[in-house]
């Protein structure tokens, strides 16, 4: 039965990080730009979830929304001023403004919110099958982090704004010369993937304790995520999650948790020297 446990625990987080992934990798795979202020946009909604709940009193699921819309707004201007006049430049440049970008965010966070983690407890108390049990805020986490990483699979598939972001993707000039607005697709993505941090955030604030701390180590894991299940798609950023999240689970249970992060980053260095495409990457995608 300890295995059972194991498995449901590793989805749970395994979903946790698909969300935490998906929009880093879409950004990655469309504007090809690393975005290193992502762990801090995650930290960002948690806090704002946190403060809302706290001094408001408003429901931290109420707050996913308008907190996933002002990080949706949020990441819009940053791409619109400053992220597209360098888009075109190397991967290298852009990466160094988002870096900068990162410090300021994350010291502003600091001076704001300070270090101290914050975590809503909701005592929502827990589901026991059999000698299976879960806590009932690690649920609701999974369920929503899985539907938002599903909703954002059917937007890409289904709207013009999604057409129009795996076209620019699969072929930026042919796009544009096909009436495609670089410029827009390029601020929706980034913005996506800012409003799918805030919101994954949110969820993250109701499951474990947030801080500026853990913004790297959120980054990191985005990047074993990408790694794993394939840069740009969110099938590969949802397989990829799960993966981690039941590795992470297994070895947290024979090896300790201490060690879970250290599997992670060795498989992610396995598949970089054996199938650097990821899972579900298409080999010769750059």
């Known amino acids: 039965m300890i295995g059972l446990q194991i498995l449901v625990n590793g989805l749970t987080l395994g979903a946790l990080y698909a969300c935490l992934a998906v929009g880093f990798s879409l950004v990655w795979g469309v504007l090809?730009?690393?975005n290193m202020l992502h762990g801090s946009l995650i930290i960002l909604g948690g806090y704002l979830t946190w403060y809302a709940w706290l001094h408001w009193q408003v429901h931290p699921l109420a707050a996913l929304l308008p907190v996933a819309l002002l990080l949706f707004a949020l990441g819009w201007v940053i791409q619109m001023t400053m992220i597209n006049r360098l888009v075109r430049q190397p991967v290298l440049t852009t990466l160094t403004v988002t870096f900068?970008?990162?410090?300021?965010?994350?010291?502003?966070?600091?001076v704001l919110f300070d270090a101290t983690p914050r975590r809503i407890t909701l005592d929502l108390g827990t589901l026991s099958l059999g000698e299976v049990v879960l806590a009932w805020d690690r649920i609701v986490a999974f369920v929503l982090?899985?539907?938002?990483?599903?909703?954002?699979?059917a937007v890409m598939n289904a709207s013009r704004t999604g057409r129009a972001i795996v076209a620019v993707r699969?072929?930026?000039?042919?796009?544009?010369?096909?009436?495609?607005?670089?410029?827009?697709?390029?601020?929706?993505?980034?913005?996506l993937g800012a409003g799918l941090a805030g919101a994954?955030?949110?969820?993250m604030a109701m499951v474990?304790?947030?801080?500026?701390?853990?913004?790297?180590l959120l980054l990191g894991k985005a990047f074993v995520v990408c790694v794993i299940g394939g840069?740009?798609?969110?099938?590969?950023?949802?397989?990829?999650?799960?993966v981690l999240g039941l590795i992470e689970s297994l070895s947290g249970h024979l090896f300790g948790p201490q060690?879970?992060?250290?599997?992670?980053?060795?498989?992610?260095?396995?598949?970089?020297?054996?199938?650097?495409?990821?899972?579900?990457?298409?080999?010769?995608?750059?």
């Open 200 to 203: 994954c955030g949110a969820l």
């Open 170 to 191: 699969m072929d930026r000039d042919a796009a544009e010369l096909m009436g495609i607005r670089i410029n827009r697709v390029y601020a929706m993505t980034f913005a």
């Open 32 to 34: 090809n730009v690393i």
């Open 145 to 153: 982090a899985l539907a938002l990483t599903l909703l954002l699979y």
């Open 231 to 242: 840069l740009g798609t969110v099938p590969g950023a949802l397989v990829g999650g799960l």
């Open 259 to 286: 060690n879970a992060v250290l599997i992670g980053y060795g498989l992610m260095l396995v598949l970089l020297m054996t199938r650097p495409t990821g899972l579900l990457g298409r080999k010769g995608y750059e």
């Open 100 to 110: 900068g970008l990162d410090l300021i965010l994350y010291n502003a966070m600091n």
């Open 208 to 216: 474990f304790p947030i801080t500026t701390n853990i913004s790297g």
